[in-house]
Every structure is written in structure tokens, then in C-alpha cells.
């Protein structure tokens, strides 16, 4: 048996998840339109390549990958593109952002693919195919996964796989696992591969104990070597990256170190399947399963295709009359969407629709009376209540040398506060102003830099006119004395005046 | 629209919940004291009671903060129970109502209210009490049984608001001075820690009385632990190190020191161990930080009961920690996630 | 009396000599208090606050010659820096310098005839273009200083204050009933 390790704090927030795995997962109707963002992933926004009014086919490439981190992003379904513009999209600003919209002509026509030759193919030329298939991290964090599935020359001794879905009412990782458990561990055999990782292991909440016999008889099935489905105790928020591989190798990841230099990387088992999908089928992530649970009559997970507006799949799931809003991802650590309209993007796990009777307002919130609850339950191990007040007072300074970048926003400060007070928000705010505040400070200094650089330039030019002037002046007075003495001597002196005209090579320039 | 901010889960719990629980902890103790000494003691609660709550409104309504949430949060009631149990029951009414007023607006309110106040609150209302008033401090009641004369809770009542005691009857015959401060009173007089606990006020452990009614608040400071409203970090290293100090000088000089067990029940000892050290807004966030902040105040408690002129320690122990708080807690600071060998 | 002056001159003689020794070995190249207030200052190189650019303005305020407050473009908080950094209350605003939204210069290239006047203008290098033909902001570099606009004859310059957008969002400071309230 394994011993498993523990980390510092977390929660048992009420889970939710019996109401939608009553179900197999189903799959969703083409919706009557497609929003596709084109910022599915973190890094840069695709960059469209369609023209509108042009038909596409589903899977077949709309957005190109733009700079280093960044990914492909593809129609859906078959259909016409019917504008390329700014839409609303699922992001916690409410702010639009370019988005390609589809009209679905019904025949759901693929574009010509095929699976690649898993074993003759060299690891770069598989990493580039995810890229082009746009395959990112579905846990959450879209990270595009050709980058991850990358080792950067380190040792990985572990890869793990995390099915552990700590977040409350979110089952899309459980139903994936109970269903398609083979074709995960063949996207993990693919990831281990890539990786050179010696063994997998793949963490499961012990609340899902059908995913966990499912994944079992899977491993057993495909005979695969070194590979461990382990069951690991339900405590929020045990599916956060760092916390599962704590649980599983004792491994503690600290803030701006990567997994892989301590010999581990981490996939989420939906990640694992698309790239199975991908590179065995040569299917481009188009869609993957979502939850549809919260105030709807039949919670369920659905297979939607990226892009399908919340409002048409949540009136699969029957709608309540007084759902007033909804939220993208779990109720620990969503987003509010800004309205029902917005395209599923890659990182759509789940979606709940709300409403005050299911999910009453919060109290005011009072002071913070330091009762350390958040220091109690902090998987980061932070002085929570410290960086709220540092956050409040806008100390940035104080609040970074408090870590507060280590924070993951996992929300279970928030979720115990007896005061009821936002403490993640107030991170965010104080991460975001900090990372604002540095661009600003990069920005000054390029500016003065330039500045410093304009005023020599500036006085350079003034001094090579003068000595331009000076010269003329001294070249005629020359010229009149040659002229008045016919004297030969006077031309070296010219000559010798000019090398001073030359200009100074740019590298010498002082570059403050 | 509501619940702008994730999480959107209902919080499982609540400040005025916390300090309710903290309030129900207080009762064992507040029925033994009526047991012991009379129902009293249940006049100055109520009277610091009412004077707290209405003073945090005042307060609120001057400072144009709102009223109705900060008055629902229970922590003025919690302030005035606490200052109600360490003053003398019989104290008169005036004084109940000035500590408590002073404990709410000087100490709570000047400093931003909830939260906010370095010092407790109900410390200094009785730190400004024993300072003005020394003599009124020092007039507890006997407990039953022991005094020549008891008096009638019509009696009490009519002593507390109208300072009249019925005739023929002196304030020395129903009153007398703590275990605590009769203990130094005889020691001065070159008596023996023997001869001075066969003295009738002594019972078992400390007083007389005194001694259960610290037991029904060890009572209700187990109930916190086991509900997690309080770490075990404060009470322990403070009945710790009041321990280890006092049994220390017990055991060098048996004749002059008294046993630790004295010590832990005597005085406000338990209550403070469990319910005024433990405030979480005038001690230290960090484990460690609250392991120092409370051996620190047990050594000065003990400092002060042995050596000191006032007759208990813990209000003085507590206040002068307190000012230490920010320090410790920034000397503390445990070290992050992923952080544990590279920092200390 | 005479030993006692001998040994007091003895005394400030070789003080002195440390003190003179320590201010040559220990000497701090240039002035850093200008330098410092200099990293504060936004770098707009403006001239809103009446000097030709931030640096003259750092110089003329650790010379204590510029008060604190003359700067827009750093608004209250470049404000709340500099009285942090010099020791001193932050004072506000005068009534015609107010902070305005941060813009970035934009040429209306329709209209441009080429004159090359707001490239000489222009503080940081941001306008490309050579005579007689359109010029363009290399909007990335635009401190948003508004210098270009006034020389330019054809008044084809405008300022377009800065959008927020997806990518330069920044979360808010959480406002929730009871603090709106304190």
C-alpha cells in the first residue's frame, strides 16, 4: 500500500455530486450557433485565419497559435463563419474579447484527419500535433499541453494524473473516468512517453468510487506497467495541482518552481484523454464533457462542443424558471458569467445555474477578527488574515514578502471567514495590481531609457552640426589662406578634422 | 444578484455565532458563582450588559457605521460578561457601568471597533477599575456559609444601586478579600502557606467557592477546545507556565510559595487561560506566536501574584502581551508551502 | 589651559581628517536622492509640471525647489510615493493639474502632411515617419505626453485614452455592503 502525505488544511465543503452522475454522460446537441473564443488557453489570442461568410468544416483550423505559449483553436462543427468580432466570453471582467461565431449547417461534416503513427513519430512532431490540435490542460488552468507534455530536459520520475475533482457539484472528471477510463490510459501511456516519466499515478478522490474501480479494471485491462489508480482522501482542495502530488509523492512544489525540476508533472485526466484523441485519431480538442448541474430539473454531464452558447445547453438540462445567473467552474473558485450568451471554452468544466434559493446570498461581511480559521484550513500554508490586511491597506510590498503569490485562490479562506469576508478578491486585487504596478514600472524605465537616449541623440546632433559648422568655417578659412598662399600643407589639416564628424557605433551609447 | 465573489457556498459559520458559543461556555461558571456567592453576579452581567450594548450603539451611531450587524456579532455582550465576572459582584452599579462604557468606547471603538482593538477590551475596563476605585475592588462577597451575616438578594440589590447595606450590618461582615490577595496579606505577616490555607475562605485547591466556580470555567474552556472556537495553544502553554513558575518556588520554599494547583485555581486564572487570553483579536495569529504570547503572560501573572502589589496578575499580564502582539507575529511567521527547508 | 586647547585641536584635527577621508572613500557618484525620486516620477517626460522632462523635475524637487505635487500623470499615489520617499505629507493637486486618463497619441493619417514637427516633438522616440510622409505612433512606446499636439499644424493628432481591455484588466477592489458603508 502507498503512503500517502498530507498537506496543510483544506476543507468539506458539501459536495453535490450525486444530483448529476445519475446519468451516462450524453451528448449535446449542435447548438443554432457557435461562439468560439479565440483566447481558449493562457499565453497569446489565436489569431483568426477564416474570412466571414466562409464555410468550415468541424475540426477544421480557425485561430492560429500566436507566439511560444499559445494554441490552436478549431470550428466545432461544420457550418459558416458569420462574424469574426468582440463577444462577451467567460472572464471574470465581463469584458468581450475576439471571438469567432459559426452558424452549424446541421451535417457536421469533419475535415479530413487521421491518427498519427504513435511509434515511429519523433516527440517533437507529436508535441507540434497537440499544439496544432489546440489540446490545452482541461483542469482549469488551459495551459497548452505540448508545453507541459515537455520535460525541459529534467528527470520526471512521476507523472501524475488528477481525477481527483475536489470542487463540489463538478463531476465531468468522475463521469469521463467511469466511461472512456481506457482511452485516458492511453493518453497517459502517450504524456509518459513524451515525458520519458517512469511511473503514473493517478489521484482519485475517495468519493468516487465507481471512477476508481473503473480506472482499476482499465489499468488491470490494458496491462499497464507501473501505472496506479490511488485513492486519496475527499478534502477541498486535494485536485489543486501542488496538493495532489504532495498527497502522492510528498513532493512539495514551491511558488516559481516547476514540477518537472523536482522530477514530476501533472495532467488532468481529461487532458490525458484529448490527447489521446489527438494524436491516435488526429481529433483537435472540439469538445469535451461539462456539468450542467445546480438549479436545472436533471442535472447531467454532456459532451459539448466548444463554443455552444450556456443558455442552449443549460435548457438541455431543463432550466428553472428562477435561475438569475450562472457560473463557469465550481462554486468554490467560478466565474460569474458576465451573461447566458457566452461560448463553452476549453476550461468549462461545469456549469451551475443559480439562484438565490439555492444558493442564498452571503451576509454582510464584518472585520476580520484574526480568529486564523484561514490559516487553519490554507493548503499554501499562508498567514491569510496578514495578506488581508496588506491587501486592504494596498501594502503590496508587505503582502509579497507575506508570499502572496503563493496563494492559489482555492477560496477556502473565503469559504470558513466567520466574518464572511471576500479574501480571495481581495488577493486577486492585490496580484493583479502588483502585476499592473511592474508593467508600469518596465514601461517607465523604457521610457526614460528612450528618453535618455533622445536627449543624447539630440545633443550629439547639435555637437556634430557645430563641428560641421566649425569645420566649414575652418575649411573655408583654410581654402582662403590655400588660395592666398597656394600652400599644400593645409589639405592634411583638413583631413584630419573629419574623423571627429564620424559617428559613434550605437553600442557605445550609455544605456541606463 | 447576489454572491458576487466565489465561494458561493452558504459559510458554515459566523462571527456572532463564535462569540455565542463562547458566551454558552461562560455559563457552568456563571452558575456556580450564583451557587457559591449568590445570585449577584447576575445583576452586574445584566448591568454591564445592557451598558455595553448600548454604548456599541452609540458608538456605532457616532462613528456612522451600521448598527444592526455589529450589534447582532455578540462581542460587546462577550466584553461585558467578562468584565461583570472579574469585578466584585457587589461593586456598585456606577462602576459596572463606567468599566464597561470605558471598555466599550476607549478601548473597542477608538481603536476601529471590532476587530481593530489592540488591547482587551474588558481588561482595560478592569485594569481603569482597580486603578480608580482600589478599595471597591477589594469588597467581595463571602461565600455562603462562611460570613457572620448574608445578605438578602432584595439586600444586594438595594447595596449595588443605592450603596445602602441593611442596619446594624457592616460591609466587612459580608464581604472579604480574595483567596489571593488574603494569602499575600498573611504572608506579609510572616504566616506560614500552612497555617494560612487552614484559614476557613480556603477550600480544597484556592477559595473557598472560588475554586468550583474555576472549575465550571475549565468546564466551558474544554467545551471551546473541542469545538475549535479556541486552539489548545494559548490555555496550555499559559496553565503551563504558571505551573512550571509556580511549582518552581513550591518546591524551593513549600512555606512561602503555595502549589501550582493553587495558582490554576484561584483568581481569574481558568477564565483567563480559556476566555481573555484567547480573544483572537488582541493575541498572536501564529501557533507559535500564541505558544509565547501565553508562557510570556503566565510569567508575569506569576510575577505579579508572587511579588507584585495587585492581588491577581491577569489583567495586567494581558494587557502588557497584548502590546507584544504585532511583534510576535511578525516574528513568527511559519514558513510557506514548498518553502520549509530553504526558510526558517 | 594650553594642553587642553592643544589636545581639543588635536582632537578636531584628526576628526577632520576621518571625516574628509570617509567623504572621498565612501563619495556616492551623482546625486542618489535624484535618481530616486527620478524611478518614482511615471516617465512621461510631459513637462506638465513646468521642467523639460521627469529627470529636471526629480533635480529641482531634491533640491527642494518643485513641490511634490506637480505631476498628473503619477497621480495621488505618485503623489503619496514621493511624500513617502522625502519624509513629508502628500499634499493635493493644485486646480488646473488634475491626473486625466492615461491616452496614447494617435495620427490621423488621412490628414498628416509630413511636417516631421511632433517627431521632434515627441520625448521618447515614439513617432516614426520621415519628411513629407505619414507619420505613425509606435502606440507601445506613447508615454501619452500630449507634447506632439500642439506642434502639429494640422491638428491631426488626438489623444485616445486607453481602453480597458481583456488583456489589461486588472480585478477590483472588493466593495461589499458593510465596508461600502465604513
Keep these: 500500500m502507498r503512503t500517502l502525505h498530507k498537506f496543510h488544511g483544506g476543507v468539506h465543503p458539501p459536495t453535490h455530486k450525486a444530483e448529476s452522475t445519475r446519468t451516462p454522460i450524453a451528448q449535446a446537441a449542435i447548438p443554432s450557433k457557435l461562439v468560439i473564443s479565440l483566447h481558449q488557453h493562457v499565453g497569446g489570442r489565436a489569431k483568426p485565419i477564416v474570412q466571414v461568410g466562409e464555410r468550415v468544416l468541424k475540426g477544421q483550423k480557425i485561430g492560429l497559435s500566436q507566439g511560444r505559449q499559445s494554441s490552436g483553436v478549431h470550428a466545432s462543427t461544420s457550418g459558416t463563419v458569420t462574424a469574426i468580432d468582440m463577444q462577451l466570453v467567460a472572464h471574470p471582467s465581463g469584458l468581450p474579447d475576439l471571438c469567432i461565431t459559426i452558424v452549424p449547417d446541421g451535417k457536421d461534416e469533419w475535415i479530413e484527419h487521421s491518427g498519427a503513427d504513435l511509434k515511429n513519430t519523433p516527440h517533437s512532431e507529436l508535441r507540434h500535433k497537440l499544439r496544432k490540435a489546440g489540446v490545452v490542460g482541461l483542469g482549469g488552468a488551459v495551459f497548452p499541453s505540448d508545453l507541459k507534455a515537455d520535460a525541459h530536459r529534467h528527470k520526471i520520475t512521476t507523472l501524475v494524473l488528477n481525477g481527483a475533482e475536489c470542487e463540489p457539484y463538478i463531476t465531468c472528471d468522475d463521469m469521463l473516468m467511469r466511461e472512456r477510463a481506457a482511452d485516458i490510459l492511453s493518453g497517459a501511456e502517450l504524456l509518459r512517453e513524451l515525458l520519458q516519466a517512469e511511473e503514473v499515478l493517478i489521484g482519485i478522490e475517495d468519493n468516487k468510487p465507481e471512477a476508481i474501480a473503473a480506472m482499476k479494471r482499465a489499468i488491470q485491462d490494458g496491462r499497464h506497467e507501473r501505472m496506479e489508480a490511488i485513492p486519496v482522501p475527499t478534502m477541498y482542495p486535494s485536485g489543486g495541482a501542488k496538493q495532489l502530488i504532495r498527497i502522492l509523492t510528498g513532493i512539495e512544489v514551491a511558488h516559481g518552481v516547476r514540477s518537472t525540476e523536482m522530477g514530476v508533472q501533472c495532467f488532468n485526466v481529461a487532458t490525458a484523454y484529448s490527447v489521446w484523441r489527438a494524436l491516435a485519431h488526429g481529433e483537435p480538442l472540439i469538445s469535451r464533457v461539462v456539468t450542467v448541474t445546480g438549479n436545472v430539473e436533471r442535472a447531467q454531464n454532456y459532451e459539448v462542443l466548444i463554443g455552444t452558447p450556456v443558455n442552449e445547453l443549460v435548457a438541455l438540462a431543463g432550466n428553472k424558471p428562477d435561475t438569475d445567473r450562472y457560473i463557469m467552474g465550481g462554486p468554490m473558485m467560478g466565474v460569474n458569467l458576465p451573461a447566458a450568451t457566452v461560448g463553452v471554452i476549453k476550461a468549462t468544466n461545469c456549469i451551475i445555474a443559480m439562484s438565490d434559493a439555492l444558493f442564498p446570498p452571503a451576509p454582510p461581511a464584518l472585520p476580520c477578527i484574526r480568529c486564523t480559521r484561514c490559516a487553519d484550513v490554507c493548503p499554501a500554508e499562508l498567514q491569510p488574515q496578514e495578506l488581508y490586511w496588506f491587501a486592504k491597506a494596498k501594502e503590496f510590498g508587505k503582502a509579497q514578502q507575506y508570499h502572496l503569490f503563493d496563494c492559489i485562490e482555492c477560496g477556502a479562506c473565503s469559504y470558513v471567514c466567520p466574518s464572511h469576508i471576500p479574501l480571495v478578491q481581495y488577493y486577486t486585487f492585490a496580484k493583479s495590481e502588483i502585476r499592473a504596478r511592474a508593467e508600469e514600472k518596465r514601461n517607465a524605465d523604457r521610457a526614460r531609457e528612450r528618453h535618455e537616449f533622445r536627449e543624447y541623440r539630440v545633443e550629439r546632433e547639435k555637437q556634430e552640426k557645430a563641428e560641421k559648422l566649425a569645420a566649414k568655417e575652418k575649411a573655408a578659412k583654410e581654402q582662403a589662406i590655400k588660395t592666398q598662399l597656394a600652400s599644400e600643407s593645409a589639405l592634411t589639416e583638413t583631413g584630419a578634422a573629419r574623423p571627429l564628424e564620424t559617428v559613434q557605433p550605437e553600442a557605445a551609447l550609455p544605456k541606463e | 444578484m447576489s454572491a458576487f465573489f466565489a465561494p458561493f457556498l452558504n459559510k458554515p459559520d459566523s462571527v456572532s455565532q463564535i462569540m455565542f458559543k463562547v458566551l454558552l461556555a461562560l455559563i457552568p461558571g456563571i452558575a456556580l458563582y450564583v451557587w457559591y456567592f449568590g445570585p449577584a453576579i447576575l445583576v452586574s452581567i445584566t448591568l454591564a450588559s445592557i451598558t455595553a450594548l448600548a454604548t456599541e450603539a452609540a458608538m456605532l451611531k457616532l462613528r456612522d457605521r451600521p448598527i444592526a450587524p455589529f450589534l447582532k456579532d455578540n462581542s460587546a455582550l462577550l466584553t461585558a460578561w467578562l468584565l461583570a465576572l472579574s469585578i466584585p459582584p457587589l461593586a456598585p452599579w456606577w462602576m459596572v457601568v463606567v468599566g464597561t462604557a470605558f471598555a466599550i468606547s476607549v478601548s473597542k471603538h477608538l481603536y476601529g471597533g471590532l476587530g481593530n482593538n489592540p488591547f482587551n477590551p474588558a481588561m482595560i475596563g478592569y485594569a481603569v477599575l482597580i486603578i480608580s476605585f482600589p478599595v471597591h475592588m477589594t469588597h467581595w462577597i463571602t461565600p455562603h456559609g462562611l460570613g457572620q451575616v448574608e445578605l438578602s438578594f432584595i439586600d444586594q440589590l438595594g447595596y449595588i444601586f443605592g450603596g445602602a447595606l441593611p442596619p446594624n450590618v457592616t460591609l466587612d461582615a459580608v464581604t472579604m478579600a480574595t483567596p489571593l490577595d488574603t494569602l499575600k496579606t498573611h504572608l506579609h505577616l510572616d504566616e506560614h502557606v500552612n497555617q494560612i490555607l487552614d484559614m476557613p475562605i480556603y477550600g480544597r485547591l484556592a477559595g473557598q467557592g472560588s475554586e468550583m466556580v474555576a472549575w465550571g470555567f475549565l468546564l466551558g474552556g474544554l467545551y471551546l477546545l473541542a469545538s475549535r472556537i479556541i486552539s489548545w495553544h494559548i490555555p496550555v502553554a499559559y496553565l503551563g507556565t504558571l505551573l512550571l513558575t509556580s511549582g518552581i518556588f513550591h518546591l524551593a520554599d513549600p512555606a512561602h510559595y503555595v502549589t501550582p494547583l493553587f495558582h490554576w485555581f484561584s483568581g481569574a486564572a481558568m477564565i483567563g487561560a480559556f476566555f481573555i487570553l484567547t480573544d483572537p483579536v488582541t493575541s498572536p495569529t501564529t501557533q507559535k506566536g500564541k505558544l509565547i504570547f501565553a508562557a510570556m503572560a503566565g510569567l508575569i501573572t506569576y510575577l505579579i501574584r508572587a511579588f507584585g502589589g495587585f492581588p491577581d496578575g491577569i489583567a495586567f499580564a494581558t494587557l502588557l502581551m497584548n502590546i507584544c502582539v504585532p511583534l510576535i507575529d511578525a516574528w513568527t511567521q511559519p514558513p510557506v508551502f514548498g518553502n520549509k527547508e530553504t526558510k526558517p | ?182
Design chain 3, 1 to 182: 589651559m594650553l594642553s587642553a586647547l592643544l589636545v581639543m585641536a588635536a582632537i578636531a584635527i584628526v576628526l577632520g581628517a576621518v571625516l574628509g577621508f570617509a567623504a572621498i572613500k565612501f563619495r556616492v557618484q551623482g546625486n542618489p536622492l535624484v535618481d530616486k525620486i527620478d524611478a518614482v516620477l511615471p516617465q512621461t517626460q510631459c513637462g506638465q509640471c513646468g521642467f523639460p522632462g521627469c529627470k529636471p523635475y526629480a533635480t529641482a524637487i531634491a533640491a527642494g525647489e518643485a513641490t511634490i505635487n506637480k505631476c498628473p500623470p503619477g497621480g495621488e499615489e505618485g503623489i503619496q510615493k514621493l511624500a513617502d520617499l522625502l519624509g513629508v505629507d502628500p499634499i493635493p493637486f493644485g486646480g488646473d493639474t488634475q491626473p486625466k486618463p492615461k491616452s496614447v497619441a494617435f495620427i490621423d493619417e488621412n490628414t498628416c502632411i509630413g511636417c516631421t514637427l511632433c517627431i521632434q516633438a515627441c520625448p521618447v522616440d515614439a513617432i516614426a515617419g520621415a519628411a513629407k510622409q505619414m507619420h505613425t505612433i509606435v502606440a507601445a512606446e506613447c508615454t501619452g505626453c500630449e507634447l506632439c499636439v500642439a506642434p502639429c499644424p494640422v491638428d491631426c493628432i488626438s489623444m485616445l485614452p486607453i481602453e480597458e481591455q481583456i488583456t489589461n484588466w486588472k480585478w477590483r477592489y472588493p466593495v461589499y455592503p458593510i465596508q461600502a458603508a465604513a
